[in-house]
């Protein structure tokens, strides 16, 4: 049986990328998933990502390298000195064969490299031409660099917005949030720009920056702001209008999450539950409103109740009401939660020569179906492959690998 990359709803769609990093990566393995030939092009000397240590996953993991193979999961890799005109001659062979050409280098350098949008989009008018950015296409900062701890989680307001008042530093993102959202969002404006190009014939400049995906993270913020207002930074768990949304400690220091936002819909029956029904008749929490204008009260009522029992206790006595709530979990527990296993959200990779590592699926299904996920290229590992495909000979390859063209 095929797997999901060969029969994938972009099976027949040529991907040259140039990009290093995570951000615009990501983005390629996306599309790489559900069957795009994504030809990875990287300097001589790598990628400067694979040289990352990183939470014991990258070069400092003792074996595959899972950072890289996240990123680059399914692709085919080319070494290559744009440098010289060898190289870059090279690339625009690749480029007469590609639908899309998928980069975040810095305009400047692609101007200096004749690979610009305009360029490009006039040699090649069929060419969908992405860019992933720190801050936009134009601006003063448009050519600052920009990685997602800058660009997303500090200028693009994130770590102001969930750091609580009393902390004297800005809370630390976890790795790569903001680029794995942006790939999310750059992916998607590829698959627009081949819909679009159905029906123009026509390829099309496609943006997303880092800058931008946190203000689309942060929108319900930005309503605010765009009103003239301050957001309001969330100082604790008993700030909000309704008790029955917010954390809960359990007896044993674990945390369970109420998200009853239909509170009269569930206050009777949540109260009956727990074993408390007598605070269904009491005044003071007759409905949202009473439950507001006595929210501490109330609050210190479910926190008395939720102290009582465990965390494993509320898991299997909440399973026994059709109402939203989650356990707080940590991300050991996460990857072998029932629901995580059920709907395949975390793949595994099956290695040629034996053994296997496993990496987070794409959030995407078709069919009901999660792709497969491929082990990522080695530096370099399809250079040969690639040009016989363009049509070099083996002689004229030897002549690149002398000229330094290619490793």
Known sequence: MEDSASEGAFKGVR??????????????ALLADWGADVIRV???????????????????????????????????????????????AILHKMLETADVFLTNFRPGALRRLGLDADELTRRYPRLVYARGHGFGARGPDADHPGYDSSAFWARGGMGYTLTP???????????????????????FGIAAALLGRTRTGRGTVVDVSLLATAMWTL????????????????????DGPNPL????????????????????????????LIGRGDLVADPRFADLRARGENRVACRAELEAAFATRTFEEWKDLLAGIDAPWAPVQSVLELVDDPQVVANGYVG??????????????????????????????????????????LGYTWEEIAALTEAGAIP
């Open 15 to 28: 991907v040259v990328e140039l990009a290093q990093w995570v951000f615009v990566p990501v983005a390629g």
């Open 42 to 88: 990287e300097r001589p000397e790598g990628d400067p990502y694979r040289a990352l240590a990183t939470q014991g996953i990258g070069t400092d993991g003792g074996g595959v390298n899972l950072s890289v193979a996240l990123a680059n999961r399914g692709k085919r890799s080319v070494a290559l000195d744009l440098r010289g005109e060898q190289g870059k």
């Open 165 to 187: 008042e009393e902390r004297e530093y800005p809370i630390s993102q976890r790795g790569a949030m903001g680029d794995r959202n942006g790939a999310m969002a750059l992916a």
């Open 219 to 238: 929108s319900s913020d930005l309503l605010v702001a765009l009103t003239g207002q301050a957001p309001r930074i969330s100082s604790g768990p008993g």
């Open 245 to 272: 949304v917010g954390a809960y400690r359990t007896k044993d220091g674990r945390h369970i999450q109420l998200v009853f936002l239909e509170s009269d819909r569930y206050w009777a029956p949540f109260c009956e």
């Open 348 to 389: 595994e990779v099956r290695l040629d020569g034996g053994g296997s590592y496993r990496l987070p699926t794409v959030p995407v299904q078709f069919d009901s179906q999660p792709p497969v996920p491929r082990r990522a290229p080695e530096h370099g590992e399809h250079t040969e492959s690639v040009l016989l495909e």
